[in-house]
């Protein structure tokens, strides 16, 4: 079945620095690939998403780049400021499991500091 | 209205206990889902219900049972758990008739089983 890693576990900037954090899955057939933040006792929000048929999508700070070759893809927040310290997840949706399950990745928690 | 929403909030249960956890949707979702998330890991799929019928069961112990009663309610019944399944319950849904689909998540219900 897919597997998601991602990387780093922990992420330490200075407000104001970028922040990469990167996944790899091992499913060729994966087709949708969200981005969640979970802050401290909530739920999961989406912040972005990508299709397998799209290379690269931006919203505002944040982005996500998709290597479909090399099976990996990450999000980028530019700007960062203190309230986006959260607990971010990203996930993968096997085709062959159809649309509904997503497989999360083990998550990384970014910390901004002021 | 892009809201999930769960109660209880927090649930402390023992183990000879029933309680039920509640999840309601009005975004006209028709597929529903439970995941569980222990502490510092990410969600993992339980239950997908789609058109109000059982879809995927992950493997799911039966001291966890999950009830569709219509479009816009999922609940899951709870009785004679264990300590281990001590963790944060998120309800998400989505629609089920497109190939890509966000999942919005709601906040969760914290149980602790004593």
């Known amino acids: 079945g897919e597997n998601v890693e991602q990387h780093p576990s922990t992420l330490s900037v200075q407000e104001g620095d970028s922040a990469v954090i990167k996944c790899t899955y091992s499913?060729?057939?994966?087709?949708?690939f969200p981005w969640y933040k979970q802050e401290l006792g909530k739920g999961p929000q989406l912040i972005i998403d990508?299709?397998?048929?799209?290379g690269e999508k931006k919203d505002q700070r944040i982005a996500v780049t998709l290597n479909k070759t090399a099976k990996h893809f990450s999000l980028h927040i530019t700007e960062t400021q203190p309230e986006d310290s959260a607990v971010y997840f990203c996930?993968?949706?096997?085709?062959?499991?159809?649309?509904?399950?997503?497989?999360f990745g083990t998550g990384t928690r970014l910390l901004v500091s002021p | 209205d892009t809201e999930v929403t769960q109660t209880p909030k927090h649930l402390v249960m023992g183990m000879t206990n029933k309680k039920s956890l509640k999840c309601e949707q009005h975004?006209?979702?028709?597929?529903m889902y439970w995941y569980k998330q222990k502490a510092k890991k990410p969600p993992e799929l339980m239950f997908v219900?789609?058109?109000?019928?059982?879809?995927i069961n992950e493997s799911v112990p039966s001291r966890f049972s999950p009830e569709c009663p219509n479009s816009s309610l999922l609940n899951l019944h709870l009785h004679a758990l264990q300590p281990e399944d001590s963790a944060l319950y998120l309800c998400?849904?989505?629609?089920?008739?497109?190939?890509?689909?966000?999942?919005?998540f709601g906040q969760g219900t914290r149980l602790t089983v004593v």
């Open positions: 998400a849904s989505s629609q089920a008739d497109r190939g890509y689909t966000e999942a919005f």
């Open positions: 499913d060729s057939a994966s087709n949708y």
């Open positions: 990508i299709r397998s048929n799209v």
């Open positions: 996930a993968a949706r096997p085709m062959n499991t159809g649309f509904q399950k997503l497989v």
């Open positions: 975004m006209g979702h028709r597929a």
């Open positions: 219900y789609s058109y109000e019928k059982l879809s």
